[in-house]
């Protein structure tokens, strides 16, 4: 519009005409550049011949006749499509400094992005701190087969280096490998070394003490890793089941293995597959497969249980704090933009009283240009008569 008006006002103010007969146009271009800096900070400078040359930042949007077009481009953040604003042809991205869009931005970039953040920082939380306490369990049933849920970057790096989501640390945990048909249960600890001194355990380094090699030790099992570097454990027979125990290192929870929680933040969190397909494998127990309770007590109150990570602030702590810190950033937001907007009012006021029309003022200016007239017809006609009698002598 600003483009199309400038050609206009161009070819009014360019002939013959006065500039006072583009005043309606110049109105309407006025009009169109507030509207254009409601969205974003521009800066306008007119040109000799009438036109305006529109700036955002070090690119222009309007040269004379000339604008230059915008798209919008998608891209991916967190997980989730997400909109910009380029120029067409050079394909950089608007940025700017102030305006509506300015705002959106800022909303979704920052106000938006951050209680993401926030909230998959406690769906983290709260995922592999939960799983870290159940993955000590057993069920009514054990396992014949399983997989871990996360891969590692590198089989023949310490277990804390591989780029895991989740870090484990020195420590250990059982391997529990049940007969069905004479229910005797044969414990094994596995000891994870992660302590950094000598050989740290690895996934599957030949020649060492890798998880694989201290699974594989263990009668009734077998470990292999696959081809995209995640472990798999499996019984030897059809009448051996095996679970998992008291993990002091959290490194089942790291590989996901026996865990109630998959996924890393708040968009992907779920419940394990295999636990939905057959909730027997619930790990409720604590003594052994299908031994007693004590773990479903545990993790019943796991809400109000400490987290060491978390300076032993409670899940129900953190979530009370994330809910907190969201309300009052929503209440100061909605303060700063009050003070705005009351700001914003004042500054139209004072551009009203500058250039704004004053009914009372010209009305007294109409009186006054209607008694000029009447005197200065009466001052003609005084000289008409005059120089009418003058005529008769």
Known sequence: EIRT????????????????????????????????????DIRVKEQPNSTVVVYLGGDFLVFGGISQEVEVVFD???????????????????????????GLLDTRDDVMAGFLDSLDDFSRTLGFEFNKLYSGGQGLSGFQEMTS?????DVDEPLDQVGLE?????????????????????????LVDLNGL????????????????????????????????????????????????????????ALGLNTFFTGTSARNIGVNAQLEADPAKFAASRGGIGADTENAVDLAVFLDRPIESQN?????????????????????SRAVADGARA??????????????????????????????????????????????ILVNL
């Not at 640390?169 to 005797?184: A, D, L, P």
């Not at 380094?205 to 890793?225: F, K, M, Q």
């Not at 003022?361 to 008409?384: D, G, H, P």
């Open 76 to 102: 991916s953040d967190r997980g989730l499509t997400i909109a910009n604003i380029h120029f067409a042809v050079t394909d950089s991205p608007i940025n700017p400094a102030a305006g509506e869009l300015r």
């Open 166 to 190: 989740f870090t484990p640390v020195n420590g250990s945990f059982q391997i529990m490998v049940r007969s069905k048909e004479t229910g005797q249960t044969n414990t094994t600890d596995i």
């Open 312 to 332: 032993n602030a409670s899940l129900a702590v953190l979530y009370d704090s994330l809910i907190s810190e969201n309300t009052q950033a929503a209440a100061i």
């Open 198 to 253: 000598g050989d740290d355990m690895t996934l599957n380094e030949p020649d060492s003490d890798s998880l694989v090699a201290a699974l594989n030790a263990i009668d009734g099992i077998t470990a292999t890793v696959t081809s995209d570097r995640r472990l798999t454990i499996r019984s030897d027979s059809p009448d051996s089941e095996f679970a998992f125990g008291d993990d002091t290192s959290g490194l089942l929870a």
């Open 5 to 40: 008006l400038n050609i206009r006002i161009a070819d009014v103010e360019g002939g013959d005409l006065s500039a006072s007969d583009a005043v309606g146009l110049r109105d309407r271009r006025l009009m169109a550049l507030e509207k254009l800096a409601e969205l974003v």
């Open 343 to 388: 700001f914003e009012q004042t500054l139209r006021g004072q551009k009203v009283a500058t250039s704004g029309v004053s009914l009372d003022e010209e009305a007294i200016r109409l009186m006054a240009f209607q008694r000029s007239y009447q005197a200065s017809a009466r001052y003609i006609a005084v000289l008409n008569e005059l120089f009418g």
């Open 149 to 153: 849920e996360f891969a590692v970057d």
